[in-house]
């Protein structure tokens, strides 16, 4: 049972690059996130998707982009990469809306470094 | 919005001793409060959870107290070992949306042998 799972793990880009996150779950859930984790400041959500063709902004979408064309994957999206979008990069989903006593299944985490 | 403050941000205890983490919310409103462990190199896993209309929940050796009054709430691990060693997050969540779960800024627990 793979759960969530995040490609890539590790990603070093240059400034101004794009690139995307891939996320995949196996457990039929449909809602899934994108949350962002640095230093001090716990985990920030970017965007999430309440089912296969939504998505909506969280608290710090800004420089991203989403997609979720098949219920069971959400892309995040980088058009232009700046040094500021350094972090920590972790997917979730659940099967009810976060918050509503719907427990999170998060990914491992993918690490991005922007030069 | 809502803003979750979460006290220490390091913590280390001896093994066998019990461990607090506390956090405080703004919104009288929220009425659901997670708990998540962190592991090194791993995503978030819930722990425990409660909602505004309980005041304390137990799950063998993890307790969590709410404080809907003074707005805060309290993890409490007893007899901590080695495997509790992580970093910790409390969450608060009016509920009915995905972005109202805001999360504290984390603890980091570390067990000594």
């Known amino acids: 049972n793979a759960g969530v799972t995040q490609t890539p793990k590790f990603r070093v880009l240059k400034t101004g690059q794009s690139m995307t996150l891939l996320c995949a779950q196996d457990m039929n859930h449909e809602y899934m996130y994108w949350y962002r984790q640095d230093p001090g400041m716990g985990l920030r959500l970017i965007h999430y998707?309440?089912?296969?063709?939504?998505?909506a902004k969280g608290e710090v979408p800004d420089g991203y982009n989403v997609s979720r064309l098949k219920k069971q994957n959400f892309l995040l999206g980088l058009e232009s990469a700046a040094p500021s979008q350094t972090s920590v990069y972790f997917c979730?989903?659940?099967?009810?809306?976060?918050?509503?006593?719907?427990?999170?299944?998060f990914g491992e985490g993918s690490r991005l470094t922007v030069l | 919005g809502e803003n979750v403050e979460q006290h220490p941000s390091t913590l280390s205890v001896q093994e066998g001793d019990s461990a607090v983490i506390k956090c405080t919310y703004s919104?009288?409103?929220?009425?659901?409060f997670p708990w998540y462990k962190q592991e090194l190199g791993k995503g978030p896993q819930l722990i425990i959870d409660i909602r505004s209309n309980v005041g304390e929940k137990k799950d063998q050796r993890i307790a969590v107290t709410l404080n809907k009054t003074a707005k805060h709430f309290s993890l409490h691990i007893t007899e901590t070992q080695p495997e509790d060693s992580a970093v910790y997050f409390c969450a608060a969540s009016k509920g009915g949306s995905a972005r109202q779960l805001t999360f504290g800024s984390g603890t980091q627990l570390t067990v000594l042998p």
């Open positions: 979730a989903s659940s099967n009810r809306l976060a918050g509503v006593t719907g427990e999170l299944f």
């Open positions: 998707s309440v089912g296969e063709g939504t998505t």
């Open positions: 919104d009288s409103a929220s009425n659901y």
